[in-house]
């Protein structure tokens, strides 16, 4: 399956961004799919997961009651709502997709997207 993720871009603290990782080649309503994020010099961490059909998901403590995680399979595609965002926010976003469980850790990934920049300012 190959990902395309975007909707990233530079918002003052406080705002909200919404990204988009649209999916194509495969039954995407096969894969679990999560958002990871890397800031530079840190390594990449989970921020959330949906499992297939979107019933079940997982959020890192750091972006709980922020962040909100969707998918709608009829559009192969999968959202992050992303409110009150904070200067710590600021990473590049990946989604990536499994085919079965909704894990949190990356390297239980099949596929990743490109990354799309998320830049808070202070």
């Known amino acids: 399956v190959q990902l395309q993720a975007s909707g990233g871009g530079l918002v003052q603290a406080g705002g909200s961004l919404r990204l988009s990782c649209a999916a194509s080649?495969?039954?995407?309503?096969?894969?679990?799919v999560g958002w990871f994020r890397q800031a530079p010099g840190k390594e990449r961490e989970f921020v959330v997961v949906?499992?297939?059909?979107?019933?079940?998901?997982d959020y890192a403590d750091s972006v709980k009651g922020r962040f909100t995680i969707s998918r709608d399979n009829a559009k192969n595609t999968v959202y992050l709502q992303m409110n009150n965002l904070k200067p710590e926010d600021t990473a590049v976003y990946y989604c990536?997709?499994?085919?079965?469980?909704?894990?949190?850790?990356?390297?239980?990934?099949?596929?990743w997207g490109q990354g799309t920049q998320v830049t808070v300012s202070s």
């Open positions: 949906i499992d297939r059909h979107g019933g079940s998901t």
């Open positions: 990536a997709a499994n085919f079965g469980g909704a894990w949190t850790i990356a390297t239980m990934y099949d596929y």
């Open positions: 080649g495969r039954r995407f309503s096969n894969y679990a």
